[in-house]
């Protein structure tokens, strides 16, 4: 009887115990116990973590290494290929401007009866300015004829075979064009050069220049049919013994960008030169 009553007692002591230690830690008074007894277990934890994650990654690094290499060569590669597509557009889409704008200056010229042709070589020369196009007698080009953009004069067919043409610029040193300005009732010439400039000459001394003036072609010399624009003058010569002044003209065509020209078929030019008092 003595022995079924102290485990009585010592069951009620441990259940108020407990039940008080329940209530204590509800409380929050038992929250730096806990926390000075779990520390050393965090602490071991941690340290473990951290081997085996040393651990791991020096086993994984090398395979891991060869494949962030060849993974960004891959990329490398993408990349240039974009690259290699985005020029392919970007010229593609320049080509395409290009042909629109002849074709719609050539719709509204038709009187000009003019032919496309597309540029498919250079002079290589640093002395001469020459194209080589597509388009040759077999199509109806003949020596002399104009040939112009949208945006105004680029030169004349200088040679012909059945297949090709080449054309002489504006800009080369034998190029000799009679012009007029746009503002003014006078008469001169565009000459080129060995260094791809073009200058005004023979205009009087009276002649009021200023920059920005429009050059055309007048017509005179059965070279070229009258007002296809040239360029504008950017700077002025002017001295007072000469007997004429000069300028330089900036031509309104980009000849380093010609991808297409348009040959004007229907004009006929006419050599004068043995008409000429020697």
Not at 128 to 155: A, E, F, N, W
Not at 177 to 201: H, K
């Amino acid at each position: 009887m003595k022995i079924s009553l102290s485990n009585s007692w010592k069951t009620i002591t441990i259940i108020l115990v407990a039940i008080g230690l329940i209530l204590l830690a509800l409380g929050g008074y038992l929250g730096p116990v806990f926390a000075s007894v779990s520390r050393p277990v965090v602490l071991a934890q941690a340290w473990l973590s951290n081997r085996y994650i040393a651990i791991y990654q020096i086993l994984n690094s090398p395979q891991q290494e060869s494949e962030l290499r060849a993974r960004n060569i891959e990329l490398e590669n993408e990349v240039s290929q974009l690259q290699s597509q985005i020029i392919t557009l970007q010229q593609q889409l320049s080509k395409t401007q290009n042909l629109e704008a002849l074709l719609g200056f050539a719709g509204s010229n038709p009187q000009l009866q003019p032919v496309a042709a597309t540029v498919i070589g250079r002079d290589p020369s640093p002395f001469l300015h020459y194209l080589i196009v597509d388009q040759g007698s077999d199509d109806g080009i003949r020596k002399g004829m104009p040939v112009v953009t949208q945006s105004g004069l680029v030169g004349k067919v200088d040679a012909v075979i059945a297949g090709a043409s080449r054309i002489q610029l504006v800009t080369d040193p034998g190029s000799i064009i009679n012009v007029n300005l746009q503002t003014q009732d006078m008469d001169a010439q565009v000459i080129g050069s060995i260094t791809g400039e073009i200058t005004l000459e023979m205009v009087p001394q009276d002649i009021v220049l200023q920059s920005g003036e429009m050059i055309l072609t007048s017509g005179l010399g059965g070279t070229f049919p009258g007002d296809l624009l040239i360029g504008q003058v950017i700077s002025i010569r002017k001295l007072e013994n000469d007997l004429y002044q000069t300028a330089t003209v900036q031509p309104v065509v980009d000849f380093s960008q010609l991808q297409a020209v348009l040959i004007i078929t229907n004009f006929k030019p006419v050599d004068i030169t043995p008409l000429l008092p020697k």
